[in-house]
């Protein structure tokens, strides 16, 4: 049985969703709740709302000090990883292991892989990601500084904006990257 909570944020409110195995689903910041709701009763339509399980407290706390601007490690949080591809797990493993502020391109994670060229099925793997800022897909940048895609609601500015409260160099590249091409 899958259940949703929502939770306040520096940004905003934000959402879990869980099982008996872990997380199944996280929903980044909007200024209420119902986005969230829809999306999970789209995704999980019997999951019912519920309140945050002690296991999943300090997985709430963790992503509520990130989004203050403050170093916290997700790393240990629970995911249901069973209806999650091989692939795509071992993209998530090492996305998980980069830290607040810091990036990684999507290159760099094709070569821990073992093969530079899956630089285009890392992309693909994150943009599926069930748990952004659990699963830090934020934190994965294209080459030559540019920030690269991104599936949530607001695109790269929502990419942006939380690589800037990470306080991530990436950040500052992306936003100057962006301001050239809206000067063109």
């Known amino acids: 049985m899958t259940q949703y909570a929502f939770f306040e944020t520096a940004i905003g409110i934000a959402g879990i969703a869980w099982n008996a195995a872990g997380l199944v689903a996280c929903h980044l910041p909007e200024r209420d709740a119902e986005p969230a709701r829809r999306s999970f ?6 999951a019912t709302e519920a309140e945050i399980p002690v296991l999943l407290a300090p997985t709430v706390e ?4 990130l989004l203050r601007g403050e170093k916290a490690d997700l790393s240990a949080a629970p995911l249901d990883l069973s209806q999650t591809p091989e692939f795509h797990a071992r993209v998530y493993a090492i996305a998980r292991a980069i830290p607040p502020g810091e990036t990684l391109t999507y290159g760099e994670i094709a070569v821990k892989l073992g093969d530079r060229l899956l630089a285009r ?7 599926r990601n069930p748990w952004p800022i659990v699963v830090p897909c934020h934190r994965v940048t294209a080459a030559g500084g540019k920030p690269g895609g991104f599936s949530a609601r607001g695109g790269v500015n929502t990419k942006l904006k939380l690589l800037g409260i990470e306080g991530a ?4 590249h992306g936003a100057a990257a962006q301001a050239d091409l809206f000067a063109s």
């Open 62 to 65: 963790g992503v509520r000090a």
């Open 41 to 46: 009763l789209r995704r999980f339509p019997e």
């Open 121 to 127: 099925d890392v992309g693909q793997a994150l943009g």
């Open 169 to 172: 160099p990436a950040a500052r």
